[in-house]
Every structure is written in C-alpha cells, then in structure tokens.
C-alpha cells in the first residue's frame, strides 16, 4: 500500500535523474523507465483494488502539512482509480509499444514521456484549480515535445498549430481561475460550490470550462487535433488521444457539478454537434489515422455530451454511460492507433494488407466492433442507457443526431474494415513484420475490452449464459479452428441440437413454431455447409453465433435482451456476408441498413412502456401499450430486416455475394426475423389499438414490396440476384398480411413463412450446387443443366411451383390463405396489387428454371456432375416438407391455427381436409388427387398414341432451315423480359437505388464540404477557437 | 358419393366441354373465313387435325420435360376445368368444384402454362422462350383486370366459392353481375382477350413474327395432345366466365349459348384489330382495363 | 426379327455425322432414320384419311415456284376448305411443298428441312424445274431432278404452275394419301445411303449431321 | 488596480489580434507572448482582495482566523507559474520554428498547411 503521492514524486525524480541513468547505457535508464511506469500501475491497481472490492472510503492526501483550501489536496476515490488505472496502464502500454522506438531515441523523450505521465496522474488526482492548471501545463509542455519524436515536417506543423492553439485555450484558463479565485475567494474544488457565483460570476466558469472544452476538442475548433492525430508518431498519437484526452475529460468531469446546468446543456449539444460533424467529414476522409482523429473527436463529444445528460442521474447508471464510452472508446482508440502503427498505411485503400495476416485482422475486427458501439462492447451498453434517458426525457433531436452521426461512424468503420477483409492488395506487398512489442498492447487491449464487455454483461445485467452463448460460439470455434470444417460442421450441427433441444420447453407455440424456422430450419442449412473443403476458418462460429441469436430472439424477456440477440445477428450474418468473394460493397451495405434499423429500433424500445412481467417478450408485450412512435420506429426496424420496399437495395447485393452456402441461412432464415418482430408489436397492437393505424401503412409497404420485388426479380441476369428479389417479394406477402392483422392474415403470414423457409433454403442450395459446378452466377451462361444436373432441377421445379402457389403443392395454400384474409379484411387494392405480384412472379420463377436448366446446354457444361450430396440432401429434406404439407396441408394449418387462435377469433374451419373460410373452401388433399389424375391419364394416352418416339439432341432443333451456330447464340436468356422493361417505360428506372446513391453522394458532399473549414492553417485555427467561445458565450447569454 | 361414379360423371363433363370446345373452335375458324370472304374449313376440321397429329408415325423428344410439357398442359387444361362447377344444380357437370374456390381455378390455369413452358423451354428452339417470355408477360398484365374483376365479385357475393356465386346471379336477368356491376364484368372482358389470344393479343403464337412460339418443337401425339387443350381450356375459361358474370347455366343449351357470346366477343375483336407489338399489350392491359377493374371495386365496395 | 434384335442393329448403325466439328457432334443425334411400317388396314385407312383431308404443308419458298403458293390462301381460291393448312413449322408439317428450282445452297436447307418434319411425309414439287431443271438445266448450281435427293410424292409441271393446278395436285396428293400410295418417307429410309450419298456429291460444305432429326 | 486590469485585457487583446492577424512565425510567437502577458497582469490586478493582508503568517494574524484575514497567496503563485510556463512555452515554440525553418526555409504560416482537410 503506497501512497499515490509517490506516483508524482517518483515520475518527477525518475525523470530528473534519467539522464544521469542514461549515463550508465540505455539498458538501465530504459529499466528504470518502464520500473517507473509499471510501479505507477502496480500503486494505483492497488488502490483500485482496495476501493472497489475492500470498499475502502476515498484517500485524501493533503499536501505541506496543511488542510485544504490553504493546501493543494490530492484525492483518490473511486473514479480517480479508475482513470488513473486506465491512463497509467496505457501509458505504460504505450510505452512498451514505443520500445523499438525508445531505445534510439534521445533520452529527452523517455523524460518527456515520464513527465506526462506524471502530469497526468497529477490532473486527475489534484483537487485544486491551480494545481490543475500546472499539471496541465506540465502535460501539454511534454505532449507538445513528444509530437515530434518522428520528426517530420508534418508533426513539426501538427505541434506548433497545437502548440498555438494549446496555449490559446491556457489563456483562457488560466483568465478562468482567477477568475474563480476572484469571485470565490477560493481555488479549492472541494470547496467551491456552484452557489459561490454571481450572475456575473459564471463568466469565471465559463472561462475555465470553455478552456477545458477547447482542449476536448469540440467541432469546428477542433482542426490542430486533427493535424497531430494525422501526423505524429502512432504511439504518441495513442498518448494524445487516449492518455490525455481521458485526463482532460476527467478535469471536465471535475468542474462539471460547478457549471450551471444550461451551460452544461450546451456544451453537451455542442458534444453532439462535435459527434454528428466529426463523424461526417470522417465520411470522406481516407487517411487512416485522420480517421482515426476524426472519430476520435465524434467520441470525446459524445462522452462530453453523456456526461452532460446524465450528470443528474443515478450514480451506477453514470458509471455505466460515461465510464462505457469511456473505455470503449479510449481502448478501442489506443488499439486502432497502435494497429496503424504496425501497418504502415496511409490510406485506407491500402489496407487490404491485412488480410494476409489473421492475428492483426482479428484484433483490428474486435477494436473495431468495439470502436462502433456494437455488442457486446462497453459502448453498446453505454449507449442503450444514454439513449433511453435521451429518449424518455424526449430530447429527441439530441437522439437523432447522435444515432446519425453514428450512423456515420458506422459506415466509415465498417467500410474500412470491409477494405481490410476484402481489398485489393498488391503482389508484391511485403508481410507485415511481426513485432512483439508492438503487438502485445494491442493483444491485450483487445482482451480487456472483451474482458470488460463480460463483465458488464455479467455483473451489471445479470444476463445468463445462454445469452452469452453467441460470444462463447465464436469465441470457442475460434479455439477450434485447426479442426477440418466437415467435422466442425457435424460439431455445430450437434451444437445447435443441443441448443434447439435446451430451447425446446417454450413458454408459447408461437415460440416454437419460430423455433423450427430459426433452428431446424438452420439446422438443416447446415448440412449443405458441410460440403466446406478448406478449414473455413471462422464460418463455423459466427453461423453458431447467428443461429444463437436466432434463438436468443425467441426467447428473450427484455427490450435489451431482444435488442442484444438482435445486434448479434446482425454482426454475425455481416461477417458471414463478408466472406464471400466479391462481398466488401454488399456487406457494407447490409452493415449500414441494419445498423440503421437498429438505431430506430433502439429509440423505439427505450420509448416503449417498461415491462411487467417475468414472461417471454412476445407474450408480455402483448401488456404494454406501445407508443405510436414506438410501434413506427420498430416496424420500420423490421421491416428493414425484411428488406421491405424503400430500404430493400441491401438484400439483394448481401444474397447474392454471401457464399452461395451461406444465402439461404440469410434469405430463408434472417429475414424471418423481421417477421418475428412484426408480428410482435402485432402482439402488442391487437390487445392495445393505438390511435394511428401504422400497420395500415405497413400493409401497404408490405404488398409494394411484393410488387416490385417481383419485378425487380424478373430483371435479374443473376440467379442468387434473383432468388434475392424473390425473397423480398414474398417477404412482401408476409409482412402485408401481418398489418392485416386477422386470424387469416396471421394464418397465411405464419403459413408463408414457413413454406418459405423451405423452398427458399432449397432453391439456395440448388443454386450453389449450380454454383458449385459452373463457376458462375450468371443465368445466360448456364442452360440445359437438366440433363447433368437432374436431383437439382427436380428441386428447383418443385421449388418454384411451391413460390408460385399454383396448385397442388403447398404455395396455393398461402396464395388462397392470403388472398381470402384480403378481400375479408376488405383491403381489395393490396389484393389486387398481391394478384398483380403473383403474376410477375411467373416470369422470374421461369427465368430461373428455363435460363437455368432448360434450353442449350454449353459446350463447356458439357461434363459438369450432379451437385455434391451435401447440397442434395438438405434440399430434398425440404422437398418432403414441402410435399407432406402439399399432401395434408392440415400438418400446418391445424398448428398454426391454434397458434394464432390464441390472439384472434378463429376465421377458418377445417373438418377434414377440407378448410373453409368466410370466402370459400380449399381442400388440399382432394386438389392433390385431382392433378395427380388428370396428370397421370394424359401421360397414359400420350404413351400410347405417340408413334416412335426419337430422342435426340439440344442442337436437333428447326432452326430456319439452319443449323444453330453455338449455344450460346441459341439459348434465349440474356435480358429475357426486354419487352416488359420496354412496357413499363420510366417505372422501370432504379429510382430507389438512384435515391440512396444521391443520398450517399450527398452525405459525402456534405462532409467533404464542411471538412473545408480545416484549412491547415494554424491562424484559422486559433480563429475558430476564438470564434467558438464567442459564439457559446452568445448563445449562453451570461 | 361413390368416388367412381364421380369419375363417370368427370369423364362425361370433360368429353362433352372437349368436343364442344372443339366445335367452337371449327366455329370461329369459319368465322375468320367469312370474315375474310372464303368458305374456310369444316367445323368438324380440329378433329381431323387432332386425329392426323395423333397418327404421326415418328415423333421427337427433347427430354423429359419437353415429354411432360404437353401432358402439364392438358392437365392443366383439365384440372382447371374440374375445379369448375359448369351447370348450376347439375350433379354430372359439378365436376370437383368442391375442392376449391375461384382462388383455386385462377391459380390451377398456371398449372397447365407453367408445365407447357417448361416442356416447350427443353426444346431447345430460341423461339420457345421468346414466345413464353411474352406469354408470361402479357398474362401478368391480364390478371391484373381480370383479378381486379374477381376480386369485385368476391366483394359483391362475399364469397368465392363459384357455386355460390352462379347462385347468388339466378333469378332475373338482371341479378347477373353483368348488370349488377358492369364495371368488372367489363374489365374482365378486356382480359378475356388476353387470356383467349386472339388478335391484337396474339403476340405469343404470332406465327408471322416467332414462328408459333413455344410449341415450335411439338410435334406428333405432342402437338395433338396441345390442340385437344386448346378446345378444353376454351370452354373451361369461357365456362368460368359465365358462371361468374353472367348468370351461369342451368342446362347444357343456356351453357352453350352464353359462352359461345362470350366467346363471339373475343372474335369479333380478333377478326377486327391487327396484332400488337408486346409492350403496347402490357401496357394496355395496365391501363384502361386496369382503371375499370378498380372502378368496378369501388362500386361495390364503397357504393 | 425380335424387337431386342432391331435396337441391336440401330446400335449399331448410327450414323457417323462425320461433317460436324469433333465439339459439336454430342449436339446433334446420330440415330439413323429407320422405316415404320403402316398399322393394319383399317386403322391406317382411318388415318390416311384424317391425314388427307388435314394436311398441314411446310410453304418453303425455295424457287419463283412459291409465288403461286400465296394466291392459295387468299378467298379466291381458299385451301383450307380442303383442310389444307400452313404450319410455320417443319415438325408440324406434313406436306413439304418444293417452290421450284432448287439451287445447291437451298437444297441443303430443303434436305434439312424434309428430315426435320415427322413422317408420315409427303413432297411436292412445283414446276419444270424440280422435274428436270426446267430453264436451268445446265446451270452449274442447280439440280435437275428434285428426286434424287428427297423422294417426291407428286410433281406439279408447268412453268409456272397456276394455283388451279397446285390445287389439282393437292387433291392428287390427296387421293394417293388415301390409297396409301405415299411411303416417300419409307422410301427415303430405306434408300437412305442412296439418297445422302446423292446429296453430299453436290452439297460440299456439309456441316450438318447426316440426319437432321 | 483598474488600470492594471485595463492595461492586461489591452494586452491580451492585442496578442489575440496579432496572433490572428500576423503571418510570420516569430511574429505569432510574439503575439502570443504579449496575450500571456495581458493574462498575467489581469491576473494580479484581480488576485488582490480588498482588505486583506499579505499571506504571511506571524503574530499580527490570527492564526485561526487567517484564512479570512490573509490574502491567498495563490494567484502569484499563479504569475509565477504561469510566466514560467508561458516561458517554457515560447521556448518550444521557437524551437519549433527553428526546426520548421531548417525543414522548408520559410517563416510564413502559410506556408504550412499541408495538413488539412
């Protein structure tokens, strides 16, 4: 047990005395140098430890034997501990990482080094505004000094623009403690309280707040920050950002319960502002540590924002919003900059370098995840609580912003790492050496931050292991992943039996009937994985983590808990879509859609009423009555996830560039789960009708995405496109007839759904099995497979008369279900439009076939085998699904009508095969007989009465008298519905597409245009500083 | 009831639509003829066509879809006409109608077209799928009047059983939906024209432009099992669209003379307008008889 | 010979198709043609006559011939009150119609052409010139006898002939149908190295298997 | 005292024009020496408090009382501090111009704004 005064005074020595170490080789004054460091780290981690786990009150440290206010006094408490543990522990980190650096360099900087620390250390523990004007003095001497231990031009201009513009904000702090001193008589923080201040005297504190914001770096004043981030070494610029910004913050936490609350407001809108701007001009950037700098600012904003919201509050929750920020984004920040470091590229183009080395992508992919707030890190957490308490205080111009700058942030995060994963390198790129030193701090932030994100998971909200389980999977399949891929296959098939059979007792059937869609459904997807020749490292555990999620999903109890399993999915299905060859733009896409939903997904949960009860969510929230604005933002969410019309361009780019085994877990299965969603504020909507009929609008969106999907479908050359289109159109039929919200409309809903799990998995794993042997997706240079590959036409056939629903196979049972829940419920136009739908169907679901499998086989098909057995096996499990369900729809109807009987009256009744609804009759089996008969006798007669029947070949055609030329000239398939696109003259134009691009084209612009204010002119600089505490001076009017 | 005897009375129903669709068919064709100022072929002249098609000696096959494809289509052919109850209160013409509703015999039509295309697609012949590409295109187009009209009957009778709805119509002459609700029976009169493809909605079989299209490889029993169709699958649409928009029949006479008028506009249509291209088709069809369709709706729904 | 015993032969009498690229011969059927014997008497007299009173012709203008072929159609003169009929195409014709002089690079496609219709098949041919070459007699690129490279049914003489006398030899054809006098497609099988052999001496750039199914 | 406090924003605001206003390097420097200079005659013009002596602690003081009778002595600390600082500061500062001159043989800000964006 050390004094912490120590800490000071032991840095401040060891740094007088260094060179006088150094003397004596740099071997000891660099043993000396880190001894300092670590000793530094071991005082305080024991103190933290005392406080936290012995709760051991706050150490006061009074200096020169008197009491404060005539003394400086240092404090140590739980937060102090807590920083000073963090900074102390990086900086030491920091240094490790710098040892290459350390041992040629002049010992000046392992001083400078030394006294930063110090310094640090002393802002943070000093209770007395002097002091801290000296510490923070001390701190920005050596920073400035450090700037340039790679001494370029560049971090020569960086340290002297931060230099002038450092000293321009100590001015005003300086002006602010006297200031303080003036009106108070007092410097002592202990001992000041807001009350001490006249109406004049707020100047002082808006002085000195102003002061320490400017150092925080707010948008615009901001621009010398923006330099030395790009400029200077990257393990100082890991100082800068992390060490200092976290001793700066910390002042500012310090002073916070000083400054009156409209002051406080707005420096917490300036945050904001500070997040939102940053964040788009990151957008256009494309120097790395720039970038860097650029989310760096947007995250300090963001904590000085949460801070400011959240001051009053309780203390626990604080510790969760500010403390997760904080660390999230320090740890994440110090690795990201540590890891530019190693890589050594400027621009981000050039970062697919990293593909070649998995251990530096892996970290790079965990500081990231953490660095966009995605679960389970810190930040997440943080900001769910931030947003609920931003949304229930219904400041919700404060969410918006915050949730589109991070919006932002997503996109250039994630676009970077896409690049990392999937851009183009050169041949000739050297490997990235691998350096010890420089790798260990990262390895080991990456692992506290994971550590951490557990533990919050764990202690904070008691979620259990099952929850935790889609990080286990990974996490453990990582572990595993020397095994060859077909016996990790059988492993996670076991796994998820396991799962599926933990899940099994459900609180509810309609549980259960997701259950099958999401587990068996899943399940039996896998099989087709198995089919897997290399290791595929990594597939194996995120498709774990989705299925997981996926049942995560199901039986969730909370908002939080949904929303947890939701955002895991959505990490999974994106790391899962990365993997394919050409995905970087389609899961980039899918990132940011989802991302997007799930941002209005959050808002709308933490708007909706608490819950109160212990049950499932989906039968609890059937209690709560969900605001208007709850219910909009959440069905937008889902309806995002089912790639719903407007916000659909995501589902076919990620369908088709996913590895072709990987497509029918998102297409069959992913997208169900938008339809959980709905229907579960369906739930909610029934018992408690709100005053704003939304599903009425949803119906409408749903049938419209029926529409158009289906012609979007018939305009595809691609097949995976296609099926991608496909499943958005039936995802259209699904959602309308959930808004219907009748018994019917659940029915066909539910019916759909599962119908189109199954043929929807089938047609994905027929075509990857086409895939698989034609190296190709592109319809027109297929055709005539049906003689190579029958087992995969014979799927495909029956798979499109099921999507078709024409009768006997089981799609007529969703049409005719559909349709007569329409006309009942008397939205006659939707029907029409779903009819209109269902006819365009045709063309696409013959385009697949015909373009496909029939016509003119090529001559370089001409010996391509059937598809491997693990494609063929999980497809004709699906064909008995859907033959038994075709043979004796009651296997399902009779289900689903109980399931759904729970939330409405029953519309239908079934007395044997025969179905009746209020509109008319259906009865499967006798359908089935029917076409079997009139099947069979024109078969028998056309056996008969043929005369000899010639088989002959794809080129013994009548061709004009000619002889066809090639196959390919021969086989109609390329742009087959021309004259349909002709037809519908300017409908047929991309708007939606064109409308995203403008506004991607636009938010760049945007950005590009407001990152102009930095014009690398350290005047205008200081101008913007200037001008900035003029302006907040302005609008605080004081 | 005895499920053979109902096979008997299928058979009966299914020869008796079969012939009389044929003879419709030697009808119209003498129609064209004195349209055109010639004496045309004999009535009984698809008959002979189907039995000189059936006596082939040879006959080609592309494989096994290109085999089926006739046999999916008179299937089709058939199934649709089964699910159809002909004459209202007749126990031999009820057919199978209780096995399903209108929604039933709407999609049952597909059945025959989707096997038809696939069959005609393994042939190989470039004009196969041409001609199927604008098939399934115009059709997209026709349903959309012709769902709409459905969908006016549906509000109208609040059902969709077919029995229901030929019930709902007896009485007078004026209870016919013909009268009751022009609008749709209007609509879905223009999408007659599609469904019959007679000019200027002929652009599938335009024999001038793709050769006959889709069935260009057929050939033989193929080809004759393709004709035998065409007569079913007249008298079943036509049969459809009595019941639901002009009263049905109570006997086999009112049945024939109802659909041979139906059927008499589609000629008379076709004996009058030269084809047209096949975006001018879609777009017809998704304009005017669309904006009828969803007249028809509106007045019966909302009037 | 025992069914068994025939497929045994066709096995082995496919056809070389020796004119096809190496690529392209899995493209085209190689099964030779083979002669279908007629049904009984009464069945096959039932049909002769439903083929004779519905025959369905393959219109290919091959010469000046074909001109006279249209008036045929027109309300003049009205072939399909005789059940004639045209068919846009071969697999569904019955009744190849010759539109006169033949030159070599149509009597390829007339080879073609007749191979690819369905027997049973009959031929007419119009004009002096599918007789005997007519004014082209010495041309150096046209045929003079139309039958030695498809067999023909019925011969219409006249340069050219009027639709009255294409109508008059319809009704031949049609009589001969009945009488169950035309096996030109049995003819053309049983003679059928005669008939290629004819063919391939004068259509050099054979690039088509040896019979067009 | 008023006047020392006048004479300190003077100053200060005249370093803050000067820092925006000049282009050259030193000249910046300069500029910002006289703003801290302006700061810290502000701040002993106003770390007096009327009516209170010297902080020195001998027997014309109450020792219980002196932390209302005495003047803190902080804000000269303060100065003195400061003025170190800001010494150190323009030290640095120059230093780094001497380094920036060595780099491109200019003193114009101008002339260094590569950095940007």
């Known amino acids: ?1038 | 009831m005895n499920i053979w005897i109902k096979i008997l009375y299928a058979i009966i129903s299914i020869s008796v639509a079969t012939i009389y669709g044929l003879i419709l068919g030697g009808f119209v064709r003498k129609i064209y003829a004195r349209a055109h100022g010639r004496f045309g072929p004999p009535i009984w002249q698809p008959f002979l066509d189907i039995i000189q098609t059936h006596g082939r000696r040879v006959a080609i096959s592309h494989g096994v879809m290109y085999y089926l494809g006739p046999v999916f289509r008179l299937g089709g052919g058939l199934g649709t006409y089964l699910f159809i109850p002909v004459i209202y209160g007749s126990v031999v013409f009820a057919n199978f109608s209780m096995a399903g509703d209108l929604l039933l015999v709407m999609y049952f039509i597909f059945f025959g077209q989707l096997g038809m295309a696939l069959g005609a697609g393994q042939g190989g012949h470039p004009y196969s799928p041409l001609g199927i590409a604008r098939g399934l295109a115009q059709m997209s187009a026709f349903e959309v009047p012709f769902s709409l009209a459905v969908i006016a009957v549906a509000i109208q009778y609040q059902s969709l059983n077919i029995t229901t709805i030929v019930a709902a119509q007896q009485g007078s002459i004026l209870n016919w939906t013909l009268f009751t609700n022009p609008f749709a029976v209007i609509a879905a009169m223009i999408s007659l024209l599609g469904m019959n493809m007679h000019s200027p909605f002929s652009i599938v079989l335009a024999p001038q432009e793709i050769p006959i299209g889709p069935p260009i490889e057929m050939n033989g029993s193929f080809l004759g099992i393709l004709q035998t169709n065409r007569g079913l699958f007249a008298a079943a649409k036509l049969v459809l669209f009595m019941n639901l928009f002009f009263g049905g029949a109570t006997n086999l006479l009112i049945m024939v003379i109802k659909t041979f008028f139906i059927y008499l506009v589609s000629v008379i249509v076709g004996a009058s307008f030269p084809r047209f291209r096949p975006e001018q088709s879609f777009r017809f069809f998704l304009k005017w008889p669309t904006i009828i369709g969803i007249i028809g709706i509106i007045f019966v729904a909302y009037f | 010979m025992k069914k068994k015993d025939i497929n045994e032969i066709e096995k082995q009498m496919k056809l070389a198709n020796e004119g096809l690229p190496e690529k392209e011969r899995a493209l085209f059927s190689d099964a030779r043609p083979s002669s279908v014997a007629p049904l009984n008497k009464y069945l096959e007299g039932f049909l002769n006559w439903a083929r004779s009173r519905s025959m369905w012709m393959l219109a290919f203008g091959t010469g000046c011939g074909a001109t006279e072929l249209r008036p045929l159609m027109t309300s003049r003169f009205d072939m399909s009150r005789f059940g004639i009929a045209p068919r846009p195409t071969p697999r569904q014709a019955a009744i190849f119609v010759v539109g006169g002089y033949a030159s070599i690079k149509t009597i390829k496609r007339i080879v073609r052409s007749y191979e690819e219709m369905q027997g049973p098949k009959y031929v007419i041919a119009l004009g002096s010139c599918t007789i005997n070459g007519g004014m082209y007699y010495d041309s150096y690129y046209t045929i003079n006898r139309l039958d030695y490279y498809i067999p023909v049914d019925i011969y219409i003489a006249g340069c050219m002939p009027r639709p009255e006398a294409l109508i008059a030899g319809f009704n031949r054809l049609k009589e001969k149908i009945r009488a169950g006098e035309c096996e030109g497609m049995n003819k053309y099988t049983d003679n059928f190295d005669w008939y290629k052999k004819n063919q391939k001496q004068i259509i050099k750039d054979w690039n088509m298997p040896d019979y067009n199914w | 005292m008023i006047f020392a406090l006048i004479l300190g924003f003077a100053l200060l605001l005249i370093g803050i024009y000067g820092m925006l206003s000049q282009r050259n390097l030193i000249k910046i420097v300069i500029s910002f020496s006289i703003a801290d200079t302006g700061t810290h005659i502000i701040i002993v013009a106003i770390g007096y408090l009327r009516g209170r002596t010297a902080p020195i602690l001998d027997k014309a003081i109450d020792i219980a009382n002196a932390t209302h009778k005495v003047v803190d002595p902080i804000p000269s600390a303060l100065v003195l501090t400061a003025i170190v600082i800001g010494l150190a500061v323009t030290a640095l500062m120059l230093s780094f111009i001497i380094e920036l001159y060595k780099k491109k043989k200019s003193l114009s800000i101008d002339d260094y704004q590569e950095l940007k964006w």
């Open chain 1, 1 to 1038: 047990m050390v004094n912490p005064i120590f800490i000071l005074i032991l840095s401040l020595a060891a740094g007088f005395l260094l060179s006088i170490f150094e003397k004596g080789g740099r071997k000891l004054s660099l043993t000396v140098f880190y001894g300092v460091l670590s000793f530094n780290v071991f005082v305080i981690a024991e103190w933290f430890y005392r406080i936290v786990f012995l709760s051991e009150p706050a150490l006061i440290i009074n200096t020169a034997g008197f009491t404060a206010p005539l003394s400086i006094n240092l404090r140590l408490g739980l937060q102090e501990s807590f920083v000073l543990l963090f900074t102390n522990f990086t900086g030491l980190m920091a240094a490790i990482y710098l040892f290459r650096k350390f041992i040629k360099s002049h010992i000046s900087s392992l001083i400078l080094y030394l006294i930063l620390i110090m310094g640090i250390n002393g802002l943070v523990m000093t209770r007395d505004l002097f002091n801290m004007f000296v510490f923070m003095e001390i701190v920005s001497i050596s920073t400035y000094a450090l700037t340039i231990l790679t001494k370029t031009r560049d971090s020569l201009t960086a340290g002297f623009k931060y230099m002038i513009a450092g000293g321009t904000a100590s001015i005003f702090f300086l002006l602010g403690v006297v200031f303080v001193y003036y009106f108070t008589g007092n410097l002592n923080l202990d001992f000041i309280t807001q009350s001490d201040f006249s109406h004049f005297g707020l100047i002082s504190l808006f002085l000195l707040a102003m002061a320490v914001f400017i150092e925080l770096k707010p948008f615009p004043a901001n621009g010398w920050a923006l330099d030395v981030y790009q400029s200077v070494n990257s393990g100082i610029t890991s100082v800068i950002a992390v060490v200092n910004s976290a001793g700066i913050f910390f002042v500012f936490y310090k002073i916070s319960p000083l400054l009156p609350v409209h002051l406080l407001h707005i420096l917490g809108i300036a945050g904001v502002i500070t997040f939102f701007f940053s964040n788009l001009m990151g957008l256009k950037q494309t120097n790395a540590k720039r970038l860097l700098g650029y989310s760096s600012i947007g995250q300090i904003g963001l904590l000085v924002a949460s801070l400011s919201f959240t001051i009053h509050y309780q203390t626990s929750l604080i510790y969760l919003i500010v403390g997760g920020f904080f660390v999230n984004h320090l740890i994440a920040k110090a690795g990201l900059f540590w890891l530019t470091g190693i890589v050594e590229k400027e621009n981000l183009k050039d970062w697919g370098v990293l593909k070649n080395n998995k251990s530096l992508l892996i970290l790079f992919g965990v500081l990231l995840f953490a660095l966009s707030g995605l679960p389970p890190f810190p930040g997440f957490w943080a900001k769910w609580e931030f947003i609920k308490i931003l949304t229930q205080t219904k400041m919700f111009w404060v969410v918006g912003t915050i949730l589109l700058g991070s919006l932002f942030e997503i996109i250039f995060l994630f676009r970077w790492f896409t690049i990392a994963v999937k851009g183009d390198i050169d041949s000739n790129e050297k490997e990235i050496p691998f350096e010890f030193s420089k790798l260990f701090p990262i390895a080991l932030f990456s692992g506290i931050i994971l550590l951490i994100s557990v533990a919050i998971m764990k202690s904070y909200y008691d979620f259990t292991l099952i929850q935790l389980l889609p990080i286990i999977a990974v996490l453990g399949v990582y572990l595993l992943d020397f095994i060859p891929s077909k016996i990790k296959g059988f492993l996670s098939l076991i796994v998820v039996g396991i799962y599926g059979y933990y899940l099994y007792p459900f609180e509810s059937n309609l549980q259960l009937f997701f259950g099958i869609i999401f587990i068996v459904g899943s399940a039996i997807n896998i099989i087709g994985t198995l089919n897997r020749k290399n290791l595929s490292q990594g597939f194996y555990g995120f498709l774990l983590m989705m299925i997981f999620s996926f049942g995560n999903l199901i039986i969730a109890k909370t908002y939080l808990e949904f929303f947890l399993a939701w955002e895991f999915m959505t990490i999974s299905s994106f790391v899962l879509i990365l993997r394919g060859n050409k995905a970087q733009m389609a899961s980039l896409m899918y990132m940011i859609f989802s991302t997007a939903g799930a941002y209005l997904m959050m808002v709308g949960f933490s708007y909706a009423p608490a819950l109160n009860s212990n049950s499932v969510l989906i039968n609890s929230i059937a209690n709560v009555q969900l605001p208007v604005l709850s219910i909009i933002l959440l069905a937008i969410g889902f309806m995002i996830k089912s790639g719903s019309f407007g916000v659909h361009i995501w589902l076919p780019e990620a369908h088709a560039e996913a590895e072709s085994d990987v497509s029918p877990f998102i297409s069959a299965i992913l997208l169900k789960a938008g339809v959980f969603g709905l229907l579960m504020i369906g739930i909610s909507y029934i018992k408690n009708t709100p005053s704003f009929d939304v599903f009425y609008f949803v119906g409408w969106f749903g049938v419209i995405t029926a529409l158009v999907g289906a012609f979007l479908a018939s305009f595809q050359e691609d097949a995976k496109r296609l099926l991608a289109y496909s499943s958005m159109s039936q995802v259209g039929y699904i959602v309308a007839s959930i808004a219907i919200l009748s018994h019917l409309g659940w029915l066909s809903a539910m019916y759909l759904s599962f119908n189109h799990m199954m043929f929807k998995s089938a047609l994905f794993i027929a075509i990857a099995g086409v895939y698989y042997r034609t190296h190709t997706r592109t319809m027109y240079e297929m055709g005539g497979l049906i003689k190579k590959m029958p087992l995969s036409y014979i799927t495909v056939l029956i798979s499109i008369i099921a999507v078709s629903g024409v009768p006997p196979l089981s799609g007529f049972g969703a049409k005719w279900l559909i349709y007569s829940s329409f006309i009942e419920k008397g939205w006659y136009f939707q029907a029409g439009v779903l009819f209109f739908s269902s006819g365009v169907s045709f063309l696409y679901l013959y385009r697949l076939i015909h373009t496909i499998f029939l016509g003119q086989l090529k001559y370089e098909h001409q010996d391509i085998k059937e598809a491997p057995i693990w494609f063929i096996i999980p497809q004709y499990i699906f064909m008995a699904g859907i033959m038994a369900i075709s043979m004796n729809p009651n296997l399902i109807i009779q289900p689903l009508n109980s399931i759904v009987g729970h939330y409405f009256q029953s519309a239908i009744l079934i007395d044997g095969y025969n179905i009746t609804s209020s509109l008319g009759n259906w009865n499967g089996n006798l359908v089935m007989m029917v076409t079997m008969g009139v099947f069979i006798v024109p078969l028998l007669f056309l056996k008969l009465y043929n005369g000899k029947t010639q088989k002959v070949e794809q080129f013994n055609i009548v061709y004009a008298a000619e002889r066809p030329e090639s196959p390919q000239t021969t086989h109609i398939a390329h742009n087959m519905y021309a004259h349909y696109r002709k037809a519908l003259g300017g409908w047929g134009k991309p708007r939606i597409w064109n409308f995203w691009h403008e506004a991607t084209e636009w938010s760049h612009s945007f950005g590009d245009f407001f990152r102009h204010i930095y014009t690398g002119n350290g005047q205008t600089y200081i101008l913007h500083i200037i001008l900035y505490i003029v302006v907040i001076y302005i609008i605080l009017g004081v």
